[in-house]
């Protein structure tokens, strides 16, 4: 199984970035952390993009808030698909990351999730990977049967609730 790649730009992004990795960790998706700064570590970055491919990865998904310039920095030294997590800051709540996640040039996309969506990112990964190895969509198969069963249940509740109005 290819690897995911979890790579954020400062640690404080690691309680949103957490729950990539929780969700990588239940579908069993092998995967590396680290953080890099577009800006402070650009040479790391684009290295570790550069090299992504043949050390086993199949997906990078990239959190960084304000400028948010990570993903799309690791897509332009990668062909490897790119998932960008605009960060939530306190200046402007995120819409500047969400900006600067999903405004990329023709030729060098990044897929982006929606501010702090960490979990949709890796569920997203997860949906990559599936494409080449049936066990994991096996896996998003059976997950998605049980989010049907969940929301029937509770229209049947909601249906039972509404005979006794």
Do not use: N
């Given at each position: 199984?290819?690897?995911?790649?979890?790579?954020m730009g400062s640690d404080s992004d690691l309680p949103v970035m957490k729950k990539a990795m929780q969700v990588l960790k239940e579908y069993g998706v092998p995967f590396e952390a680290h953080v890099y700064s577009a800006h402070r570590?650009?040479?790391?970055?684009?290295?570790?993009?550069?090299k992504a491919e043949e050390n086993g990865f199949g997906v990078i998904i990239a959190g960084a808030g304000m400028a948010a310039a990570?993903?799309?920095v690791l897509a332009g030294h990668t062909t490897l698909p790119v998932i960008g997590v605009p960060l939530k800051s306190a200046v402007l709540e995120g819409t500047d990351a969400l900006l600067s996640t999903v405004m990329m040039p023709s030729g060098?996309?990044?897929a982006a999730v929606a501010i702090d969506g960490a979990k949709n990112a890796a569920y997203l990964a997860v949906e990559i990977l599936?494409?080449?190895d049936e066990?994991?969509?096996?896996?998003l198969k059976e997950e998605r049967q049980k989010m049907k069963e969940g929301v029937l249940a509770k229209d049947q509740a909601l249906q039972n609730e509404v005979e006794n109005i």
């Open positions: 199984m290819k690897k995911a790649a979890v790579i570590t650009p040479a790391e970055a684009a290295d570790f993009a550069e990570l993903a799309g060098i996309p990044v599936a494409v080449s066990d994991l969509a096996k896996k």
